[in-house]
């Protein structure tokens, strides 16, 4: 139990392109979403926490209107990165926790994102 | 943001040995979490902690939540090759919107 898809898991694309990331949870609903993103050999940095049907929370040094977050049913979020350039290139990762009780946060494969 | 103190950073063991990491924290958590990632995948969830001095395994892993709630350990008995990867501790307070906070990882590397 407990799977998050993510897709897709590996994208290059041109400067200036926008780029959208799915995340799903296949076997639970989700009322909250973390989207992350890691750079090599370091750990994983919180973007922002993405609740159904609300607005996200960024991180502070988040540009909210460079990274979209739209969380539109319990078993969906997506993330668009907009206007990408090269520096956004890394390894976004989303995560999903369930809805009920303590639930431990589990993680989609990641996607990892290179800009030309 | 704000990282959990893992240790040591990475390890190069021999098949077979045990393999003990840890992590510590400034500040008090309801739970702690431990996860696998392997290149180029997202973090797996090995074990969870929800009460002090709660000791749990998983096969070959145990882990503990430290009677302070300020540390966890967790350890690997008779380790194998499929076991490299880079394991990472995170901390998580429910009244804290259930964020995660994440140590360093530990890079573990296995010798047959």
């Known amino acids: 139990g407990a799977v998050v898809s993510q897709h897709p898991s590996w994208v290059i694309c041109k400067s200036g392109t926008s780029v959208k990331i799915e995340c799903r949870s296949l076997?639970?609903?989700?009322?909250?979403m973390f989207w992350y993103r890691q750079f090599p050999k370091q750990s994983l940095m919180l973007m922002a926490t993405s609740n159904e049907g609300s607005k996200a929370t960024y991180e502070q040094g988040v540009e909210k209107d460079k990274f979209l977050i739209n969380h539109a049913s319990l078993t969906l979020s997506t993330l668009t990165v907009t206007s990408a350039h090269p520096e956004d290139s890394s390894f976004y990762i989303c995560?999903?926790?369930?809805?009920?009780?303590?639930?431990?946060?589990?993680f989609g494969d990641g996607t990892r994102l290179s800009i030309l | 943001g704000q990282q959990l103190n893992q240790s040591p950073q990475s390890m190069f063991i021999q098949e077979g040995e045990d393999v003990s990491m840890n992590c510590t924290s400034s500040s008090i958590f309801n739970t702690w979490l431990w996860y696998k990632q392997e290149p180029g995948e997202g973090p797996v969830l090995l074990i969870a902690l929800y009460k002090a001095g709660e000791l749990t395994s998983n096969g070959r892993l145990t882990a503990q939540f430290g009677i302070t709630r300020k540390d966890s350990f967790l350890n690997i008995s008779a380790s194998i090759p499929s076991d490299v990867g880079i394991y990472f501790c995170?901390?998580?307070?429910?009244?804290?919107?259930?964020?995660?906070?994440f140590g360093g990882g530990t890079r573990l590397m296995v010798k047959p």
């Open positions: 995170a901390g998580q307070n429910n009244n804290a919107g259930n964020m995660l906070t």
């Open positions: 995560s999903a926790r369930g809805e009920t009780g303590v639930q431990p946060q589990h």
């Open positions: 076997d639970f609903q989700a009322t909250t």
